[in-house]
């Protein structure tokens, strides 16, 4: 069986909840898999050890994690070599109006256009809104620009926007996806 590595960018932990999701529908398929917040590499991480990797990152402010950029750029050769996957996760990704739905794609354009990467799987979840983990100013810019695209909401609750059936449909047909090497020629 393939080891599998999943790598994560998040900043409230959404991301990080998505990718422990991955992780446990691919350990029950009987794969290995490693799962890593790239923020916190440890110290010589190396994706030479893995036959195929997901990566994902969320979007704030228009755009996924400058680190997780960082990460990509400087191993895009290694990456280019291994099935892979990424997954971004926004709240725009859930939204009902086309146009909203529209920005995670753009989103991930501008991703691709910043790594260079061309992953073999792509997909969007739907985010979080954490109003708990927010100032009063951010709550009450996320609530106006909400407010037209994902229902009413009210700043005195959190709001979850990830379709957990999605999360593991990916995470298997990633797995029908490897070849018996896992490792592209």
Known sequence: M???????????????????????????????VELVDVKNLPFNFSLEKYQAAILGGSIHNAKH?????????????TLRKRQSAFFS??????SFNAKNRGLADQYVAKFWQETGWRPDKVTLFGGALQYSKYNLLTKFLLQRMTKR???????????????????????????????TSATKS
Request: charge should be negative; charged fraction near 15%.
């Open 2 to 32: 393939s080891n599998v590595l999943i790598l994560y960018a998040t900043t409230e932990g959404q991301t990080a909840k998505i990718s422990n999701h991955l992780a446990d529908t691919i350990r029950a398929k009987g794969f290995t």
């Open 65 to 77: 994690q400058a680190y997780l950029v960082s990460f990509i750029k400087s191993n895009l050769a």
């Open 89 to 94: 996760v926004s709240v725009s990704a859930a």
């Open 149 to 179: 695209s994902l229902g009413p909401t009210v700043t005195w609750r959190d709001y979850e926007f990830t379709d957990w059936e999605a999360v593991t449909r990916f995470a298997e047909e990633f797995l029908v996806s490897l070849p």
